[in-house]
């Protein structure tokens, strides 16, 4: 598990509802429990700074970081996909992105990697798709300095072509694969319960949130027929209700 990924977990999933923000001495102790250094914590909120995910500010426990609006708009972004919070109706439209030619090699893969982040899938060089709007799309392109044409298609021929942007039989037995694997990971209780519980939610949601590269959120209508990624879900939300109570009770005796 690395710091920075970590620290977004901590930032979108457990300081959402708490100010967005946290002293250093708490990161470190919420961190902790997934096996991370206090050093490695420092390294990579420094990396999260300079990137405008984290600004520094001062609080009545001493010196912290709070979660700047670009990283707001994105944790809540992952949070309802983690959580599949959306209740959308397909309308059969297709998004298309054409990008303009990226000559820098680094911000045609920070573009590439963002946009499979919001769940496009390249069709051909250049050319890509997402059967849902994307809000981040524009403001992405914006910091980037790249500029693309946007459209939108009611169909193709074959009907099924976009789909090929995704290796749906792939990431279905990864789903399976996961389930399985949680379901027998059962660790064994220690002295802290509360702790205990904290550490299991905070490994289960990171391993979750790795899905949201990968998986674009298609309609029900074009997946296949008994998606693993249904049962995978499902015991995902259950297990991260069931632990949320002891999770938070460790969060706000380490924040309060």
Not at 7 to 18: E, M, N, S
Not at 104 to 113: A, I, K
Not at 138 to 146: I, K, N, Q
Request: charge should be neutral; glycine fraction near 8%; charged fraction near 30%.
């Amino acid at each position: 598990m690395h710091a920075r990924s970590a620290l977004f977990d901590v930032y979108g999933d457990l300081l959402r509802t708490r100010g967005n923000e946290a002293p250093v001495a708490a990161l470190v102790r919420l961190l902790e429990p997934a096996g991370i250094s206090a050093q490695a914590v420092r390294t990579a909120i420094s990396r999260m700074v300079r990137e405008d995910w984290l600004v520094p500010v001062t609080l009545a426990a001493g010196r912290g970081y709070r979660a700047t609006e670009q990283a707001v708009g994105r944790l809540e972004e992952a949070r309802q996909r983690i959580y599949r919070t959306r209740n959308r109706v397909w309308d059969g439209c297709w998004h298309l992105v054409v990008l303009d030619p990226i000559p820098d090699r680094g911000r045609r893969e920070r573009v590439r990697t963002s946009l499979r982040w919001m769940g496009f899938a390249e069709l051909r060089d250049g050319l890509w798709a997402s059967p849902w709007p994307q809000p981040e799309l524009d403001g992405m392109l914006e910091r980037e300095s790249t500029s693309a044409a946007r459209t939108q298609s009611l169909g193709f021929s074959p009907p099924s072509f976009p789909l090929s942007g995704w290796d749906l039989a792939a990431l279905g037995e990864e789903y399976a694969g996961w389930l399985e694997a949680v379901r027998s990971d059962v660790a064994p209780p220690g002295p802290d319960p509360d702790r205990d519980e904290f550490a299991q939610r905070f490994r289960l949601v990171h391993e979750w949130r790795k899905f949201l590269f990968r998986d674009p959120g298609l309609p029900e209508a074009l997946l296949p027929l008994n998606w693993p990624g249904t049962a995978a879900a499902d015991h995902f939300r259950a297990e991260a209700t069931r632990l949320k109570p002891g999770a938070d009770r460790f969060v706000d005796r380490i924040l309060f």
